[in-house]
């Protein structure tokens, strides 16, 4: 018997007394209809809810290029046609209209075509509304009219390398079709790439994957983004030189609002997390003030004992320099070799595997490359064997194999060499959704504080919204808060990648002196917090370690004898 899992499930869902389902189902409203979910009495438990708010701006914000912009322009002003023409036109009037509120022209080729200024702009959407001269077109119209015609699903591209075919009943329809303008358009596409090289692409995606990608469906998220309230969202307006790159994005600053309509219709939200800290749930139930809302909060421990774990802030290295990994003082050589120093004492001690996150991957290839000149690559080398994180997610699985077995061959052989030391990246590949149980990752090491740019222009809209329409907490503007919840959530879920059962154990190293900051100390989580020594110089906090290891490998001798 074949059948399809996808819809035998739908089938089984008003049967179903637990259904399992991703965010983005049940999260976004459309999806959520699409694929009759109904929440109307219903008990809602939302998992790993420390990505909650994160997830529900990425849903409802959209954005567009200038490429995309002209590539639709062309293909629907030859394609659509007849009874539902007042609203196909409107369309192509908002599209030639985005394209020159970026100060394009949609009958050129965007990427030959010159911008008279480069730079970002944030609009409120009535401003962009009236800069763009479509505040006279409903958009809630043409957004119902896309929903019910399914136009989005009728013309699908095919994407590889800019490939594209249409779809078709027949293979005599797609000769026939009149899209000289377009295949100019993707034939000038793919003579740049066959010039300059492979085109950038998304490390998350497989290479020579073909995609499937609706033409349209990223114009439909846009123009729904522009029927939001518009003190709840921004578009932000990105010129880069030529029409091609540049973008509109609508930038959804309050996802509470969308949130809301989950918490009318369930009987009960569950917002659970292992790391929920810094982000408590009440962030985004704060701003809904529903008279029948009756927020619980709940905070428990972990299941490993208290001699399972040892953090350590560490504010000073071997040589009493002081860590702090600010952007001004984290290139300096003394800083990068002070850090080498560290990892190579603790190489000593450590049984097993080493993951030491860095802030970003450019400074974990600076550290590298100066590492290696200053020959500390090869003191590591001679206890760890190496391994750095992959860019390319499909080189992942690879490296962790390569690591876990390099680990266990260590183990069996009880030679000089006592493991492995993985460079990983916070907010890369393997700082979270990847288990570094036992031998894995017997020690974390986080070097500096992953704060975010902010200088972003989106981040500064993101404080400014949060400076006015929230109360400050302790004394501190909700905006700052953000850029340390921020960092600080981005620090506890690689963290927390080493200690996954019971009777797992390991240490957590902070090097960076900012750490101990009471404002900081606090976002920990409680079962680390609890847990974790201040230590001004290297000598206690290294003799520390060593007495936890030395105390954990007499435990586990003991337990097999």
């Not at 394009?104 to 080729?109: A, F, K, L, Y």
């Not at 763009?132 to 390398?161: H, M, P, T, W």
């Not at 704060?286 to 008279?291: D, N, T």
């Not at 350590?312 to 990994?325: M, R």
Request: proline share 6%; aromatic share 8%.
């Amino acid at each position: 018997m074949k059948a399809c899992p996808y819809y035998g499930s739908r089938y089984a869902v008003p049967a179903a007394q637990l259904v399992v389902l991703p965010y983005q189902m049940l999260l976004h409203e459309a999806t959520r209809n699409a694929s009759g979910i109904k929440l109307k009495d219903q008990v809602v438990i939302i998992d790993e809810a420390h990505n909650l708010i994160d997830t529900i701006t990425g849903l409802y914000s959209a954005q567009v290029s200038g490429s995309q912009l002209s590539q639709y322009m062309e293909r629907y002003r030859k394609r659509l046609k007849a009874k539902n023409l007042m609203y196909v036109k409107q369309i192509l009037f908002l599209l030639e209209k985005f394209v020159a509120v970026l100060g394009g022209n949609v009958s050129q080729n965007p990427n030959t075509q010159h911008l008279p200024e480069a730079g970002v702009q944030l609009k409120s959407i009535n401003d962009f509304l009236f800069q763009c001269q479509i505040d006279n077109i409903n958009l809630f119209k043409v957004q119902r009219y896309c929903e019910r015609s399914l136009i989005s699903r009728k013309v699908l591209f095919v994407g590889s390398a800019f490939h594209v075919a249409w779809c078709s009943p027949t293979p005599l329809f797609l000769r026939d079709l009149k899209m000289a303008g377009l295949q100019n358009f993707l034939d000038t596409l793919n003579k740049r790439q066959g010039k300059e090289g492979t085109p950038p692409s998304s490390t998350d995606a497989d290479d020579g994957q073909p995609k499937m990608a609706s033409p349209l469906m990223h114009i439909e998220g846009f123009l729904a983004a522009l029927t939001n309230a518009n003190q709840d969202g921004r578009v932000i307006l990105t010129r880069q030189g030529t029409l091609g790159p540049s973008s509109l994005k609508f930038l959804l600053l309050n996802p509470a609002v969308h949130f809301a309509k989950v918490l009318k219709e369930c009987r009960a939200v569950i917002i659970a997390g292992g790391t929920m800290q810094p982000v408590r749930p009440d962030t985004v139930v704060q701003p809904l003030r529903f008279s029948s809302l009756l927020p619980f909060f709940l905070l428990s421990g972990h299941v490993i004992p208290p001699e399972n774990i040892l953090s350590v802030i560490l504010c000073c290295g071997p040589s009493n320099q002081q860590l702090e990994f600010t952007y001004e003082k984290r290139g300096l050589p003394q800083m990068m070799e002070e850090t080498g120093r560290i990892l190579c004492n603790l190489s000593n001690i450590v049984p097993g595997g080493m993951v030491c996150f860095f802030p970003s991957y450019e400074y974990e290839k600076q550290v590298y490359m100066h590492w290696e000149k200053a020959g500390l690559l090869t003191q590591l080398a001679a206890k760890k064997k190496i391994f750095q994180e992959p860019k390319r997610a499909n080189q992942v699985e690879q490296v962790l194999a390569e690591y876990a077995k390099c680990i266990k061959r260590c183990k069996q052989a009880e030679g000089p060499m006592t493991g492995a030391l993985l460079f990983s990246v916070v907010g890369g590949k393997m700082s979270e959704g990847i288990n570094f149980s036992d031998d894995l990752g017997r020690c974390v090491v986080m070097v500096g504080m992953p704060y975010p740019n902010i200088k972003s222009p989106e981040l500064q809209e993101k404080m400014a919204y949060l400076d006015k329409t929230m109360l400050k907490t302790a004394g501190q503007a909700p905006g700052r808060t953000l850029i340390e919840n921020l960092c600080m959530k981005a620090v506890n879920q690689s963290i927390g990648r080493a200690i996954r059962h019971q009777k797992d154990f390991a240490s957590i190293v902070l090097l960076d002196h900012r750490y101990s900051r009471p404002a900081v100390f606090n976002k920990l989580p409680q079962w680390i917090k609890s847990r974790t020594q201040v230590k001004n110089n290297f000598g206690p906090a290294f003799a520390a370690l060593r007495k936890f290891y030395w105390d954990k490998r007499s435990t586990c001798e003991a337990t097999s004898s």
